[in-house]
């Protein structure tokens, strides 16, 4: 089976890089590209709020977007870190959910589901800031019915907890020998060289572009799948402390 790829962009809120953005949206509406973004309903991250306002209507381009088949993710509610804990896949020691209380987490995913329902806006999968989650994030998602997570460390889509996880490994398109890869862009951060390639990788692989919602055609619940999961998580977190990729990289 040849690999499959998801184009994810994190960060998204009113104050934001706009001008990578619009760059990267012309980018996959050339090519018929429908990715998940991550959207913070209620951003007060004091290193995001240094970035502009755009010039438009914020909540309406994000029903524009879900109406064009993007899908939605909720990315926590503030994306304020209030804890140093990495959560399940221990991939940054920082958390705005994990170590919270059940009362705490579910206060927060049923004040962001709100500002989204109000705005017209259907939660499609839910997106952690830094990638930190815990058993008790898993609870309040699914209370919530929120029932999907761009995360994880498998080659393929897989249930856990009644939670649906579609793998995040890396960031950085490239070309893969089989699985399912969720490539994780930070418009705000991202330079020119970096957007280049994205749409050279598009132009070049376009026929194993899938949306978000393709992925749950993959799914993989067998054994080998979860231990390959256990597995990546050790690697990735030996390369990631290498790079030391937590203190250099603020934004996820």
């Known amino acids: 089976m040849w690999a499959k790829y998801i184009f994810r962009l ?4 009113e104050n ?3 001008d990578n953005y619009f760059l990267l949206k012309d980018i996959f509406e050339s090519y018929n590209v429908k990715p998940i973004i991550g959207v913070i309903p209620n951003n007060r991250d ?3 709020l240094e970035y502009p306002k755009g010039d438009i209507n914020f909540w309406e381009e994000i029903r524009d977007l879900q109406k064009k088949g993007w899908a939605i993710a909720l990315h926590g509610y503030d994306h304020k870190y209030v804890t140093e804990n990495s959560g399940i896949l221990n991939v940054c020691d920082r958390s705005e959910f994990a170590g919270l209380s059940y009362e705490e987490q579910n206060e927060k995913i049923l004040a962001g589901k709100k500002i989204f329902e109000e705005n017209g806006i259907r939660i499609d999968a839910f997106m952690a800031p830094s990638h930190s989650f815990d058993e008790v994030t898993l609870r309040a998602l ?3 019915d929120i029932r999907v997570i761009t995360d994880g460390t498998a080659f393929f889509p897989h249930y856990y907890r009644d939670v649906m996880f579609v793998p995040q490994l890396l960031a950085t398109p490239r070309k893969m020998p089989f699985g399912i890869y969720t490539w ?3 418009p705000n951060t991202m330079d020119n060289k970096r957007v280049e390639h994205v749409g050279e990788f598009i132009r070049r692989y376009q026929k194993n572009i ?3 919602f393709d992925a749950k055609n993959y799914v993989n619940n067998k054994a080998l799948n ?3 999961g256990q597995l990546n998580k050790k690697i990735l977190k030996i390369i990631r402390t290498v790079r030391d ?3 250099k990289d603020r934004y996820s």
Do not use: Q, T
Request: charged letters at 20%; a negative charge; proline letters at 4%.
């Open 10 to 13: 994190d960060d998204i809120a």
């Open 16 to 18: 934001m890089n706009w």
């Open 46 to 48: 004091p290193e995001l």
């Open 142 to 144: 699914v209370n919530n």
């Open 184 to 186: 994780c862009l930070h």
């Open 210 to 212: 899938i949306s978000f």
């Open 226 to 228: 979860k231990i390959s």
């Open 245 to 247: 990729r937590c203190s």
